[in-house]
């Protein structure tokens, strides 16, 4: 994984002062100026790396972790490698297009497939669909391939570990997927959502219109033809053994797994969501779970086996570490509950959307529930201190510490508090929604916080230096315990780091499971 090198040649190092009597060594790097004026902003989930788009003398230009990069008329589909240390975007000069990759520019281009380019999980390969005249081709690695009059949008896409590649491609009025440069068999048309790659890379399927028929096509075997595939449903296990995906013909939908259709439904998914929701697999591929409509109520089926009926299904499933467990969230009446191996729990006026979380080893369960006015976090079924908002409960890697971010009195005026292990932090004007986040050895725990019109990171709670901004998903740690982020102050982006000073004494863990 390589930096962009100017972004290694402008890092100049500042000491921020320490906190006095701390447990942490705050360490300031200036990357460079803020701009003045911006136009759009892109972030790694970490909130390690940022690029912001912004205009001088009329040219735009891409800004990479504080420095600029060279101008151009226009830009476009900018995206980062996984750990952020590669970035890719399309530019315009004149008339033509090119691909900069880490500030290098490409060939020219009478156009840039929109939604590419694109880059490995592990940053070392680029893929992206350009267009010359009026044909479309892929360039991989610099490298372009054959022509055609068009290709798939949302594709090429690469395996997890890089290896392969695959897209869709249209010659006339057929289309064929091409599989690490070998065209497959033509069809009438390719399903948006495909080609996928199973997590190993070894597999790969995607879903082919013949006629008004469709079918799907595994590791190049067709399989048998049905009136309709639910787009977003095909999905492999973890290992890449199993695979299923949602099929209609006539008026009925089966869940096909490992190519055995399932029972039939009147509909999949969930209420509300019914092309987007796809089946569910246990980390280990064991079991798979999914929601389906039984007349006009809804049902989760796992293992092929239907759970209670309830009035709708809003969130989940969701398998717990272990694959031991499943839950979700259900409608009955007005009131919704929590659903864990097909127990109801206690019900609500609403669950929080994506809060109901497992301990890794599958022995708790947390959600967000709301009576009334309050909201409190359930823990295995037991609900918490009433509060006016919550957030999502985060767990310790180990499941023994559970932290969750705290609002009393009004949106804006009232105070956030981080709770963890039970006791609530300080108080502070708010807290930043994706946070808290706990260290890999759930030793340590740190989130971004609002004082005044100024921001700052608390980690272990010990408050860290005020910016003017902290960049979304800042701070995450290091395996050594170090919180990172970057932040903003005086129109400077800076790298800052919270260095642990000293060998501590290992948090005493809750007794009988999380605290809430």
């Not at 100026?33 to 940022?50: K, L, N, Q, Y």
């Not at 004149?94 to 840039?112: A, M, T």
């Not at 096509?217 to 309709?228: R, S």
């Not at 102050?489 to 000073?501: C, E, M, V, W």
Request: charged content about 25%.
């Amino acid at each position: 994984m390589r930096r962009t090198a100017c972004v290694l040649m402008a890092l100049a190092a500042l000491a921020a002062p320490g906190l006095a009597d701390g447990n942490y060594r705050v360490e300031e790097t200036r990357l460079g100026e803020w701009p003045a004026v911006i136009h759009d902003t892109f972030s790694t989930p970490d909130g390690r790396h940022f690029a912001s788009l912004t205009v001088r003398n009329d040219k735009w230009l891409v800004v990479v972790d504080g420095v600029p990069l060279p101008e151009c008329d226009c830009l476009a589909g900018l995206v980062f490698s996984a750990h952020g240390q590669r970035v890719a975007y399309g530019v315009k000069q004149g008339d033509k297009w090119r691909v900069v990759v880490d500030g290098v520019p490409g060939p020219e281009y009478d156009g840039i497939l929109e939604l590419t380019p694109i880059l490995s999980a592990d940053g070392q390969r680029v893929a992206y669909g350009a267009r010359t005249g009026d044909k479309w081709r892929v360039v991989l690695d610099g490298v372009p391939g054959p022509e055609y009059d068009g290709i798939l949008e949302g594709t090429p896409v690469f395996s997890a570990d890089g290896q392969r590649v695959a897209y869709g491609a249209q010659q006339g009025d057929r289309w064929r997927v091409v599989v690490d440069g070998v065209p497959g068999p033509e069809y009438d048309g390719i399903l948006g959502g495909t080609p996928v790659f199973s997590a190993d890379g070894k597999r790969m399927a995607y879903a082919a219109k013949q006629g008004d028929k469709l079918l799907l096509v595994v590791d190049a075997a067709p399989g048998p033809e049905c009136d309709e595939i639910m787009e977003g449903t095909l999905v492999f296990s973890g290992d890449g053994r199993r695979l299923a995906y949602g099929a209609r013909t006539g008026a009925k939908w089966r869940m096909v797994v490992d190519g055995a259709p399932g029972p039939e439904h009147d509909g999949l998914g969930f209420e509300g969501n019914l092309i987007k929701h796809g089946p569910v697999f246990s980390a280990d591929g064991r079991r798979v779970a999914y929601g389906a409509m039984e007349g006009d109520g809804w049902v989760v089926v796992v293992d092929g086996l239907a759970g209670p009926q309830y009035d709708c299904l809003q969130l989940g499933p969701v398998f717990s570490g272990d694959g031991r467990r499943v839950a979700y969230v259900a409608g009955k009446g007005d009131k919704t509950l929590v659903a864990v191996d097909a127990v109801a729990g206690p019900e609500y006026d609403s669950i929080a959307a994506n809060s109901s979380v497992f301990t890794a080893d599958g022995q708790h369960v947390a959600y967000g529930a709301r009576t009334g006015d309050t909201w409190r976090i359930v823990v295995d079924g037991a609900g918490g201190p009433e509060y006016d908002e919550v957030g999502e409960p985060v767990f310790s890697a180990q499941g023994q510490r559970l932290a969750y971010w705290v609002r009393v009195g009004p949106w804006k005026g009232g105070k956030w508090r981080v709770v963890v292990d039970g006791e609530a932090g300080p108080e502070y004007e708010y807290i930043e929604e994706e946070h808290p986040v706990f260290s890999p050895d759930g030793q340590r725990v740190a989130y971004a916080a609002g004082k005044g019109d100024k921001m700052l990171v608390v980690v272990d709670g010990e408050p860290g230096p005020e910016y003017d901004g902290i960049i979304p998903g800042g701070p995450s740690f290091n395996v050594d315990g170090t919180a990172e982020y970057l932040a903003v102050r005086a129109n400077s982006l800076y790298r800052t780091k919270h260095i642990p000073i000293a060998r501590r004494r290992p948090v005493d863990l809750p007794a009988g499971g999380p605290a809430v």
